[in-house]
């Protein structure tokens, strides 16, 4: 499989570079996707939707991704969608879900959505939204996870509730001992972070316990729906030090109270999680904010771990930087044998809504690690044909 790629891309990769920028030029029909540039939608404008997500749902591609102003912060549209039946031209489907006008609401305009992700519940028909929230004038401090739902895969979505994931709840493998001694632990006694004695407070669940009350801090995010249709939400917590997979109810609109943390006092941020051949891959992104940093992997037969850690899935040049980009999303190709696209943005705090998207095509080694490497333009045209499923 690796080869096929690899040749193809070889083989075509300065043709398709040639097409790309010909036909972008003149903004009509996209013929290939073009990593770190410009990306017009069916009227020419850059697409806005970025920490996004894709769903395919009966034949078509669904984008959904935050909807970010040309100066500033802060989110004053809502969550974008677009739709495209070949995943390089994109037409502009419009606000999925809107920032609310009025005062007083969580997602009140001048609020933060970051990273949304939808998923379609089989049992219920529904498409769900979740999405990272920060509360209006109060910077990152609220680290929420907000819900929001529809009928269509184009919205309007219906923001139901904001919350901190699994209040009153412990990690799944937390033994009463671990319990008692967690709860001894005090901020107060680790004012000094990355000494040896803070790391293992961290382990131990020095800022988990704090939060166990009023539930769990909850920033970058993802949600992975698994084979039998049950639903998780990965997130960093814990201060953006751990990340946590919960599981969601069957409805996908709650939390069951099972949750692992993965990785504790890590840093990782930026979750990508993906099935293949019945093993589970985590692609993350280290804690720069704004600027790229190098990815990092990790690598489950189940959910619950143990995750093991493996280097970057970045090779070549700028990989230390993750191509100047950071993940979001990986999804499987429709129709294809093997064809999966890595999802990145690349982010320009400058004019967030400018930033562009770095979308890559995945090798896999011989023992399926992913790997990821650049390519000037591609096309998702390029993956052989074969049975859907993963
Ligand atoms: C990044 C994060 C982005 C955004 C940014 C804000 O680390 O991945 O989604 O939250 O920080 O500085």
Not at 90 to 116: K, Q
Not at 266 to 292: D, H, M
Request: glycine share 12%; proline share 6%.
């Amino acid at each position: 499989m690796a080869e096929t790629l690899q040749g193809v891309r070889k083989r075509w990769g300065a043709v398709l570079a040639t097409w790309c920028l010909a036909v972008a030029a003149a903004a009509q029909g996209l013929t290939c996707i073009a990593p770190g540039g410009e990306w017009p939608d069916s009227k020419g404008e850059h697409i806005n939707a970025h920490g996004g997500g894709v769903l395919w749902h009966e034949g078509t591609y669904y984008w959904y991704g935050e909807n970010r102003p040309a100066r500033g912060f802060t989110t004053e549209v809502g969550v974008e969608v677009y739709s495209s039946t070949d995943l390089v031209n994109w037409t502009d489907r419009g606000v999925a879900l809107a920032v609310s006008a009025g005062p007083g609401s969580p997602i009140e305009r001048g609020c933060i959505m970051e990273r949304p992700k939808v998923v379609y519940n089989r049992s219920t028909g529904k498409f769900v939204m979740l999405f990272h929230l920060e509360l209006k004038g109060q910077g990152y401090a609220a680290a929420r996870v907000g819900f929001a739902v529809s009928d269509t895969p184009v919205g309007p979505f219906r923001f139901i509730r904001s919350l901190r994931p699994n209040a009153g709840k412990w990690p799944d493998g937390f033994s009463r001992r671990d319990i008692r001694r967690a709860k001894k632990l005090k901020e107060a006694d680790y004012k000094e972070w990355w000494t040896p004695q803070w790391r293992k407070a961290i382990a131990e669940g020095l800022l988990l316990a704090r939060d166990v009350p009023g539930g769990q801090m909850s920033r970058d995010m993802t949600v992975f729906v698994d084979d039998d249709g049950k639903a998780y939400h990965i997130y960093s917590s814990e201060e953006n030090l751990t990340l946590h997979l919960a599981e969601l109810t069957d409805d996908y609109l709650d939390y069951t109270g099972k949750y692992v943390r993965i990785a504790p006092g890590g840093q990782n941020e930026a979750p990508v999680l993906f099935k293949r051949n019945g093993v589970y891959w985590l692609i993350t992104s280290g804690c720069t904010g704004w600027r790229p940093n190098e990815a990092r992997m990790f690598r489950a037969e189940s959910l619950w771990g143990p995750w093991e850690q493996l280097p970057t899935p970045f090779e070549g040049a700028d990989a230390a930087t993750s191509f100047h980009s950071q993940g979001t999303y990986m999804f499987k190709v429709e129709g294809t044998a093997d064809g999966w696209v890595f999802m990145a943005d690349r982010w320009m705090p400058d004019s967030l809504r400018y930033s562009p998207y770095v979308w890559l095509p995945v090798v896999f080694g011989a023992d399926g690690v992913p790997v990821l490497r650049w390519a000037d333009s591609w096309s998702p045209a390029m993956f052989p044909a074969g049975a859907s499923g993963r």
